[in-house]
């Protein structure tokens, strides 16, 4: 292991961090922002040397820009990280025992992060200020295409950490290479957490390798199913917003279940859809309901089952037919990633049962899944939406990056 | 994978259990817990025949027996598990946005958790009834001595299981094979959490091969920090109820850190040990404080440092020589396994420092390690002590055994 330097000097200073109080941490999320806006020029001109090299596909092109603009609103987010309760040192229990043995559970760090991220450089901001406020070190890998311009982030972050007598090692970045992210995800008894953003290959590449404990975040296969029962109005606001919104990100809709008894109202549901360019792979039932409505250049008949389980990212929707409630559920539960799912239903049993059996992060009812966020859940920032089961799930913010410990004070008790 | 077809059956099983209420839980695990007593001569017999190829090594014998008044005793447990709260439907978070979305997060089961043992035929109705009763379904895989019993005692469950029309599936035994437990730990999309007890061994095994999320448990190399101010009578106590009381179990002391201070005052300390029968494995300073006081026969000098991070499980314990709680905590960083560790101090300030730095599920100030169980903390009966951060930290009780997703309630609304 060529970094494990690297990964020793991240574990010591992450003890240090227990020293830092809030205060000091708040103040000095408030100095990078500082140091942000005034080092603007460095930035950018990091930023401009990658971007030169990113070639001309815009969406790749857009994520890697920064602008003077983006760079305030990043130094906002983190002067606004600064103004959120600390996540640690929360009691989670309170008990005295009979015998006067004080018990507490307690939030505390998890101790280092590491955070495996693509080409998005707003991300080692966001990645330092929510691991540096929950009193985690960090450890960055990120994008190749973007590492002149993490490299340039985090010295100015180490910049303000030495004035502040912190340990600059409580945030580092590793060389964006590919050895790099599987000596990250093998780091046993360095790395407390490993949590990985970014495309379904990574997060297949984490499974197989990761012998360090991982939080798999953002993959994301979402359905909404409209129920016999669905509200017209209120399933085509839930429709269009869910898939429309921001087709890009993880908790856009992927696929419409519509019931059998609503396929004449199908043309009336997803019209806003066709308007925005919405591309529908329907199943044959639909197909032939929406024939003649939607426009034919934007509808699709399903030819297989290899449409079902596409997370789009795109203007495009699986659209198929179910019978039932359970029906619904069934295919959700094949296909589904986790992460988010709704119901358009009028009946109350009937949200009550896909509440109970849909086994995801977040669970709707009469509402889009596109407010799978965690400053729309009223968590603060985040750093991600956890797919799976242990430890966090859906939006990840400073309290799901937080582990406890249990504190028992006594006073020379014994047990029997 | 040859065991795909019982992952299938438990994961459909599993899904079904959402819709068992509480109330019908609780009336199989007394219906189990009936059969059990009634069904002593099936078990016994099992029992006594896996018994007869064991050998004759004492402690392990021990372990593998069962007695009708052995069988009496997890009876009656898996009649208290029935008398326990729910962990199952708790509110976490209950909040309604400016927008009027009701959010609630709301504690579930896992779905399906695999538990890997070793020969101890109790384990088999523990793990069941703790399962049940938290909505999981659960896949088992026994030790191979005890397979027999475990066979026994499955049967009869699923007896009582179909007579509730429960889908027996809920709980399966797995072949006592070496290949059941590398396919269990790779059942990617059928196992939700894998939970391995047993050996060092075992656990490295599972690091290497898990790809399905897991809580190490069991490993406890455990200290008792004695501080330059420690009380002589509760360390003592402290020292003798965490070494001598059930040595073999994972919260049992393992070394003992004396400050340099209070070398003079380490033959009374652990005089209570001598009696017992404890050696100490003692640095070269505790060696020179303790010859002539403590039994020659029972004391040896530690000629290299792996002696330290010993787990003994036995009558034996180190005994270091520290100057300061900083080098204790730095000893116990090193060489500890963050299970439970120990201070015995009249100094609040080192008592603090020492709860603030060390890295550990349970960290005590003036009390024995012994107490780390799930039922000491009051939490219920245990299914494990997890020496990991990720989900349950210390004693894992019926609450630890569930994950939780968001419900969000709406009424149309769309996010902007």
Redesign the interface.
């Known amino acids: 292991m060529t970094l494990t330097n690297t990964f020793k000097k991240v574990k010591a200073a992450s ?1 240090t961090l ?1 020293l830092v109080s809030d205060t000091v941490r708040n103040d000095i999320l408030n100095a990078v922002a500082d140091a942000i806006v005034a080092g603007k020029d460095t930035i950018l001109k990091a930023n401009a040397a990658d971007l030169e090299k990113a070639g001309k596909d815009y969406a790749f092109y857009d994520r890697l820009l920064l602008t003077p603009d983006r760079l305030d609103a990043i130094a906002a987010d983190m002067r606004h990280v600064a103004t959120l309760p600390s996540p640690l040192g929360r009691i989670l229990k309170d ?1 005295t ?1 009979d015998n006067g ?1 004080h ?1 507490r559970r307690v939030s505390v760090p ?2 280092v992060i590491g955070m495996i991220f693509e080409a998005r450089p707003n991300v080692t901001f966001d990645v330092f200020s929510l691991c540096f406020k929950s009193g985690n070190a960090a450890i960055l890998k990120g994008g190749k295409e973007a590492d002149g311009t993490n490299r340039a982030e985090v010295e100015l972050i180490h910049e303000v950490l030495r004035r502040y007598n912190v340990d600059p090692s409580v945030v580092e970045l590793l060389p964006a290479t590919h050895e790099a992210t599987g000596e990250l995800l093998t780091a ?1 008894g360095y790395v ?2 490993c949590i990985p953003r970014g495309s379904k290959r990574l997060i297949s590449f984490v ?2 390798t990761a ?1 360090v ?1 991982v ?1 798999e975040t953002g993959a994301g296969v979402v359905h909404c199913y409209f129920d016999e029962s669905g ?1 017209m ?2 399933g085509q ?2 429709v ?2 869910a898939k429309t ?1 921001r087709p890009t990100v993880c908790n856009a809709l992927d696929c419409l279940l519509v019931n059998r008894k609503r396929l004449a109202d199908l043309p009336q549901l997803v019209a806003p859809l066709a308007a925005k360019g919405v591309r529908l792979h329907a199943d044959a039932e639909a197909f032939e309901a929406l024939s003649g409505s939607y426009p034919e250049s934007l509808l699709e008949k399903v030819a297989d089952d290899n449409v079902w389980g596409t997370e789009w990212l795109s203007m495009q929707m699986g659209v198929r037919t179910v019978g039932t409630v359970d029906e619904a559920i069934a295919h959700i ?1 094949k296909y589904g990633s986790g992460h988010s799912e709704s119901i358009v239903t009028e009946d109350k049993a009937a ?1 009550r049962h896909f ?3 849909v ?10 899944t ?2 799978t966020d965690g400053a ?3 968590l603060g920032a985040e750093i991600g939406i956890s797919t ?4 966090a ?2 939006p990840m913010a400073l309290e799901e990056m937080t ?13 029997k």
Chains 1, 2 share one sequence.
């Open positions: 003890k227990a008990r025992l043995l018990l998890f101790g046993v407390d957490l499974r197989d012998k404990p939080i509200d109005a209120k606001r839930i269009d917003n919104r539960d949200a509440e109970d059996m086994d995801a992060a977040c669970v709707y009812v009469n509402a889009p596109s407010f729309q859940f009223g799976q089961k242990l430890g799930r859906g582990t406890y410990k249990w504190l028992i004070e006594g006073n020379g008790q014994i047990r």
